[in-house]
């Protein structure tokens, strides 16, 4: 997939052409300085903008409108790069090509702009009724997230985890910041993303570009459009001297156990690949090292993964196991990663985490949604399409004594256990 | 071979072959990748079955285990050449099938036939026994404390009497002890014959090459012993209880778990395609167009965690509504007065005439997607939709049809479990 600039004056506009699928997808994604303060402001709005307007008053009205346009996908997510908010409005409609109607793309669109630019307000304010109802129903997703003992332990996990970095990563909800919400704020965050974000809007399908182009400057006529914003996309990820040790207990069940890492080097794209292959191999399928010590040799857990959250620079591993074992399993991952430091890395390990990286590459293709998720990331981190035979060449060019390297500034920064009284 | 179409751009080739294996094989070559599923006709309700009037048993959680074991079948670990093949490889038991598939960008042939080598003959050792017992106690303590996973199974106790549609897929710890290299080779003659399994592939494959490669493979040359269908008695006497309610200070938030029971004789009309007419009628009950959505948010009693849904196994099925919240009360009062209004309803044309041309828009969506395509016709081959007219099936679809769904809407079938705090 190839992306295409156009030249339309007071737009940030680019193509994703390709025939390959029966339907077009069109992203507008605003990006800003990340300001911790708004970051359940910009969550709620992901929500509140989405699920009604000013010409759709109601959740309603909106769903109709979408089940008429051939069950309109619409989404809207929030999500810290580095030190950028990210706001990406997305919908994939059906091509009127595969359909009796011809306007079917250009309702879509109209659509998607009904819903980012014309808000339902009262008196020129996100209502105070939509805010409130977002604040209950956050605080009961909060009872929910405590009752699921595993997605507790991992809400619990990361706010130890980024104890220093509150600053810098939001994890959503930041109930320390709920006493401050109000349709003030929101309606203030709303503003910013309309007025002050830069804005880039992307279009991926099979469609004529002239027509397109007709199309998008006739819809965005008038609108605020700002073309360009210096955003830090890099992440810093402020570690500990001291380990953070944290237990908390519950009645009964399993033992969870997270183990997150300071990764003690700059983020930069190359690094970022080493320490993509590394969590593959480390934890990241069937024959990595976690998972045939752990699971297969030791029958310590029936699951066991790292992740590599690149856009934040963490990394963390992730098992449960029944309490009697635990020590042993902390201990275990502890080794696994220390072999691994000391370049005990097997060449076919090596070799097939390179081409596990390049095969899921190679499947995202098969979606236009996901390429063109890809390109807006790389275009926004690097300024440049995602090429996927460069980014093929540049795994495949990977020595293993290079990720060896790197990973012996892996250090553990925060072991979290939550476990049973019993 | 015979190719017949689903819509006018997406053709099925189907194949049995001599030894009864069913196949199924879906090209479509725009795309890199290819998935492909062996799907058994033995899941977690069979411990308890018939061949030829003889009653056999086996313990709870073997096609679990079975579906474990198979992964280490003759000493050899599967999944080690798919990964050498950049495959990837899992498999999943449900109440009543267990699935194998694999997905590939590279060559699917040398895949297909390791695949099938697996299933051709069976051997497994103690050692490998002893061995994944002791992973799949851990993936069994997993859900012990999860009152979510609890509660639903208390609601499917009230609703039924058959052990076979409340007790959990994997067994438990005390199950499994029984299962031994015996108990498998049972489970395999029984169950693992091509007569009850079938295989479907999707994606960029040749279907003639593939069906000329695999007649000669030893799974379809080898002489297999004559296959006696198995029979399963379901007990569905309905039960007197139709309220749980259980106090416990450890829950964070209530649970509220409801179903609504499809009666037998409802359930049993053949004339009814409920695969087919039951996800569409509750799809628009609860959308968020619909009345009854629209007086949950007014009262402030929907939130992330409800949901809704139609179960529909071959033997039985109920409608599904759950949700995580303080006010579980005054929800249940308030899903009670709407649900039972439905009998003398009128549904919303408006409503369905969007709904009907929102499920165009997900069908043409759903063939664009190589994974979504294959889920899809996997999904309609389990259910026993005939994958051939259910376009045409679900096109004719009215809203009178949904007036028996609507009827069944009273006290007498309705279910209730409460957790409170």
Partial sequence: MNIVKRDIEGLNLFYLPSK???????????????????VNERNFLTEILTESTKKYNSPEKLSLICDKLYGLDKTCNYHIVGNTGITTFLIKTINDKYLNEDNIVSLSIDLLLEIIYNPKLFQGKIPKKSTIDMILQTEELLLSIRQNKNAFAYYNFMREYTRNNQERI??????????????????ESYEKMINQDMLQIFVAGDFDFSQMDKLIKEKMKNKPSLLELKSDLTPVFVGDKQINEVTD??????????IGYYLDFEHNEKNALLMTIFDELFGGYEHSK???NIREKQQLSYYVYSRYLEDNHLFFVNLETSKDLRDQAVKEVGIQLKNCQNGDISDEIFEQAKQNLIKRL???????????????LNYLKYDQVFDFESKKTAILAIQK?????????????????????G | MEKKYILEDEAIYEEVFPNGLKVYIHPKTKFVQTFASL???????DFAYEINDEKYSLPKGTAHFLEHMLFENKGDTLSDFFIKNNADINAYTSRNLTSYYFSTNREVLPLLEKLLDNFTDFEFTDENVKKEKKIIKQELAMSDDSQEIKAYKTLLKLIYKDESIYEDIGGSKQSIKAIDAKVLKQATDHFYHPKNMYLLITGNIDPIEIIKALKSHPYFTKTWPEYDNVTRKINLQVKGKHTYLKHDSSLDTNIVEIGIRIPNEIFHNTDLNHNLLTKPFFSMLFSPASRIYKVLKAKKLHNFSFSASPVIEDDYGFFNISIETKKSKQFVKVIKELLFELPNATLDDKIFKAYKRSEIGNAIKAFDNIKMSHSLIKRLLNDGVDIYSFVDVSKEISLADFQVYQNIFTPDNFYLVEYRQ
């Fill in chain 2, 39 to 45: 799907q058994v006709n033995f899941g977690g309700r």
């Fill in chain 1, 362 to 376: 190679e499947k995202s293709q098969d979606s236009q949604t996901k390429m063109l998720l890809h390109n807006i």
């Fill in chain 1, 170 to 187: 939001g994890i959503f909800p930041i109930t320390s910041h709920f006493a401050n919400l109000n349709n003030q704020t929101l309606t």
């Fill in chain 1, 20 to 38: 390959k699928f029966k339907t077009i997808d069109v992203a507008f994604v605003f990006t800003n300085s990340l300001d911790i303060a708004e």
């Fill in chain 1, 401 to 421: 004594a290079e990720i060896v390297e790197l990973i012996n500034y892996i250090k553990t920064d925060t072991v979290y256990i939550y476990t049973n009284e």
């Fill in chain 1, 290 to 292: 976690l998972f045939q």
């Fill in chain 1, 249 to 258: 207990t519950t009645s009964n069940g399993q033992t969870r156990i997270f």
